[in-house]
């Protein structure tokens, strides 16, 4: 995560940076196991976490740096099974939390777990408006297609005809598709993966974490509970199709004109207007500036006009402006 | 104001200056006329001449258009309050006289543009000064036609009749205008020099303002008190904020978007209230405290985020320019019905600190004591602003930067394999590492919503939440103790005290001051603690046969203010009473000696 690395002369204003008590030896993804997850035996998220330790692990990220975010759900448990700086926010608003974190805060590794109800439905909003600007974070978003903390009420993925408790004759509702939203929003990392396939998480979770800007990753994760089953059709175990995007390689061979290209929002949005179980893989990813980035630049052109004063001067200025 | 010649048109010689202490002039036209800008000229000008100066405006609470006051009172003493009766009205249109002819004193002048207005010269009380405004205005620009400049040929005409010192004057409106267009430039000066050029004769007479003995030699600089609370704020350290545009308190985000990155700072404009508060947290957890500014309706959509950083013991400062309500309200006018959500707005058992200022100067201090107080107790503090605070321009001493100005620095100390987030200690208060923080053992701690044990973990066992909640409100228990008691103004004893908070704090004192002067005394205190109470207020309430607490909200369901209700419930004190109103608008100083003596009947 190079790129993310700022100017530490024009970013001293924002923060300075922790006396290092030396650098930490390397670790292992046990390690970083806390507390013991309470999700329930099958469940999906724990594919999620162990991913989550196996990228940690590969990366070497200072265990200081990370700051795991959550909101509230099954999958919201995350931060407490992280031994790293974690938060367990409110529902729906860890995006918005993030959002504030990441941007007063560029030196830090900022993952933010979510789930379908947190991030689709009540922190909608939040998620629009991150991906709109950019603001430096990875968003995984564990979709289990069901409210299980709640114990089994549709939720904004649900399918249609899905029996729940809020829908017990079968859910009337036309569903959220995260992948067309996301797209529409803005997002500048767009994937999908599964937790059936964890070696696919963890490529598309790499890249995730090495895009600059916001990186989404929608990640169906089955609820064994109450949405048993919702992802065979996409586990070649249960005699699905787990099928992968294949990206261009710009090799100039004429299968190479067929492959995806992340970059082409158009195509994009056809792989995600795909019917279920759909394709998987980095559905779009391109290079724009950071919110991070376009605010340090606001910040480096305001201290250029002031001539660098400190913030004494600065504001003596305005008070005599305002004699 | 009284101070001001009674006599109508007695000595009508320019030249003879009538001495004044006060002068209290409302400007009414429509809010195109630029009435802000000449009132804003005025006040500014005014505290650069050493003069105490306190304004109120009123807007339109549509886009454009619509009828608009500029209301300044410039005093040669403490100026309290903004006025209740004015000296000097002027009137663009027939319904600015018709609508505000109420407010000119007895013995006051009416300057009315004579190319729009009719007043009734058959009513003796008043001195009448008839200027062809419009017609002159458009003469002195030349051209066009139309009458924008008319508000610089009304200052033109004010400093004439105030003998204020033009050539600082127009070095003030050059130095306004050196963004504008050189074209605009010149039609302001050439329709300002006409006003002053404008010989008023024999319709009324000119004054000159007594020199003030000021406190100290310190200038005054002169602000409204939503840009007073920006720059506290940023005084104080704060390099996060982030809000959401509402009335009245969007220029503070304003001032803090265009002025933080100077600082090195960013200014979040969040999608909403909600995401505002809880990117505030988010940096404030990131080891700074943050702010997030809103009006009532805000601080409604707010109160879940609060509530986690109450439980989650991170500071933030949260200010609430109040506004008239509940729901959308009344946008542009000012109330001071907010305190019960500040205070406990939020589900479960959720202390924090609230805190009021009185006025635009102690607008700047008050946020820089908030961030303060957010830091040392870690949880959030709100500030209780209000539109009539938000909006007056006051003129007050300089604060002493190279003495308030500072730096906050990020905890970033190694914490030992024994730490624990929420230890519960005798003061309860926590210190956070910020993230970034090396953890001996890497027992890193997780910051939750979820009622949790010393170590930050959740837990089901019921004794944490006990423990938990006590902690919590221990914290606020030991501020309590460190709060000093508000001083009384007036005699120690007696039979009526007036307890007030924030802006209704003026008129207030204005009101105990003139009565007393009056032969009947009347004391009066300030309450800018409102949680924690500060010690002290049962033993002074004690000492009065009567505690009335003016506030501007309403008597409510059983005959109480909320502040009246809460010093009730708290002190079980039946001799405390309840002076209130809901029109939008700060008390004037009759208005409480009416209610007094009503209720001392």
């Known amino acids: ?323 | 104001m009284s101070n001001m010649s009674d006599s109508n048109g007695g000595s009508a010689a320019t030249t003879n200056m009538v001495p004044i202490k006060d002068a209290v002039i409302r400007i009414a036209g429509n809010s195109q006329d630029g009435i802000q800008t000449v009132g804003e000229l005025l006040a500014r000008f005014s505290g650069r001449s050493a003069q105490e100066v306190m304004s109120y405006m009123t807007i339109p609470a549509t886009i454009s258009g619509g009828p608009s006051i500029y209301q300044v009172r410039i005093g040669s003493g403490e100026v309290l309050t903004v006025g209740d009766e004015v000296d000097v009205l002027v009137a663009f249109y027939q319904h600015s006289y018709d609508k505000h002819l109420g407010v000119l004193r007895k013995g006051g002048v009416l300057i009315y543009d004579t190319d729009h207005v009719e007043p009734n010269l058959d009513d003796k009380r008043f001195t009448y000064v008839g200027v062809p405004m419009t017609a002159l205005t458009i003469e002195a620009i030349g051209g066009k036609g139309h009458d924008k400049g008319k508000n610089m040929f009304l200052l033109g005409l004010l400093a004439r009749m105030f003998d204020l010192d033009t050539l600082k004057l127009e070095a003030m409106l050059k130095a306004w205008g050196a963004k504008r267009e050189a074209g605009t430039m010149e039609a302001t000066f050439n329709a300002f020099r006409a006003g002053y050029g404008f010989d008023i004769g024999r319709m009324g007479q000119n004054f000159r303002f007594i020199p003030n003995e000021r406190r100290s030699g310190r200038p005054l600089v002169v602000m409204a008190g939503n840009q007073a609370m920006a720059y506290g704020l940023i005084a104080a350290g704060v390099r996060f904020g982030a809000a959401y545009p509402i009335t009245p308190s969007s220029q503070i985000m304003e001032i803090l978007r265009t002025e933080l990155p100077k600082y090195g700072g960013i200014f979040l404009q969040a999608e909403d209230e909600i995401a505002a508060v809880c990117a505030a947290i988010g940096a404030s957890y990131g080891g700074r405290v943050a702010v997030t500014s809103t009006s009532g309706p805000g601080l409604a959509l707010k109160t879940e985020g609060i509530g986690w950083a109450v439980m989650a013991e991170i500071p933030l400062v949260v200010i609430d320019v109040q506004r008239g309500g509940p729901s959308t309200g009344l946008p542009t006018k000012m109330e001071q019905s907010d305190l019960n959500i500040a205070i406990f707005g939020g589900h479960g058992d959720c202390p924090r600190i609230v805190l009021a200022p009185t006025d635009v100067e102690d607008a700047f201090y008050s946020s820089i004591e908030a961030v303060d107080l957010a830091r040392k107790y870690s949880c959030p503090v709100i500030i209780l602003s209000d539109q009539a605070i938000g909006f007056r321009v006051e003129a007050f001493e300089e604060p002493e930067l190279d003495k308030i100005v500072r730096e906050m620095p990020i905890d970033f100390t190694p914490r030992g394999a024994e730490f624990k987030p929420y230890e519960d200690t005798p003061d309860g208060i926590p210190h956070h590492p910020a993230p970034g923080t090396p953890i001996a053992n890497h027992n890193y701690p997780i910051l939750t919503g979820l009622e949790h044990n010393e170590a930050g973990h959740p837990g089901e066992d019921p004794r944490f939440h006990t423990m938990m909640t006590a902690k919590r409100r221990r914290k606020l228990q030991k501020l309590a103790e460190t709060l000093p008691t508000p001083k009384v103004l007036g005699p120690a004893h007696g039979d009526t005290l007036l307890v007030s908070w924030g802006s209704a704090y003026g008129p207030s004192r204005e009101a105990a001051e003139k009565s007393t002067a009056d032969g009947q005394p009347l004391s009066v205190l300030c309450i800018r603690y409102l949680n924690p109470l500060p010690p002290g207020l049962d033993e002074i309430f004690n000492r009065f046969k009567r505690i009335l607490v003016v506030e501007n909200n309403d008597s409510g369901l059983y005959g109480y203010g909320q502040l009246a209700a809460l010093l009730r419930s708290r002190y079980c004190n039946p001799r405390i009473g309840s002076i209130n109103k809901t029109d939008g608008l700060s008390f004037k100083v009759s208005e409480i000696l009416e209610a007094v003596r009503a209720q001392t009947r």
């Open chain 1, 1 to 323: 995560m190079s790129d993310t690395t700022i100017n530490p002369a024009s970013s001293a204003a924002v923060v300075a940076a922790p006396a290092q008590p030396g650098q930490s030896t390397p670790y292992k993804k046990v390690d970083l196991r806390s507390d013991r997850p309470t999700w329930c035996p099958g469940c999906g998220d724990y594919t999620v976490l162990d991913t989550y330790f196996r990228l940690c692990e590969r990366r070497q990220i200072p265990r200081e740096k990370i700051v795991t975010v959550s909101g509230i759900g099954c999958s919201s448990r995350f931060p407490y099974f992280v031994q790293a700086h974690g938060v367990h926010f409110i529902h729906g608003r860890a995006v918005a939390f993030a959002s504030g974190l990441s941007l007063s805060r560029p030196d830090l590794h900022v993952v933010v777990f979510s789930g379908d109800g947190d991030a689709y439905s009540i922190g909608g909003n939040h998620l629009e408006h991150a991906a709109r600007k950019n603001i430096h974070m990875t968003l995984v978003v564990m979709d289990n297609m069901v409210y299980g903390l709640t114990k089994k009420q549709t939720s904004p993925t649900s399918p249609m005809g899905f029996k729940s408790k809020t829908d017990p004759t079968g859910s009337i509702d036309i569903p959220t598709n995260p992948m067309q939203k996301l797209l529409a929003a803005g997002a500048t990392f767009v994937a999908r993966t599964s937790h059936s396939n964890p070696q696919h998480m963890l490529q598309v979770m790499e890249r995730a974490m090495d895009h600059r800007g916001f990186s989404v990753i929608e990640c169906l994760s089955e609820c064994v509970e109450f949405h048993p089953g919702a992802f065979d059709a996409a586990n070649p175990r249960k005699g699905g199709q787990f099928t992968i995007i294949e990206e261009k390689k710009n090799d100039g061979t004429p299968e190479d004109e067929k492959r995806h290209d992340p970059s082409d929002e158009a195509a994009a949005y056809k792989l995600a207007s795909l019917p279920f179980p759909g394709v998987f893989g980095v559905f779009y990813d391109v290079k724009e500036p950071a919110k991070n980035d376009r605010e340090q630049q606001l910040i480096d052109n305001a201290r250029a006009a002031t001539g660098g004063a400190a913030p004494l001067a600065c504001l003596q200025k305005t008070f005599a402006r305002l004699k």
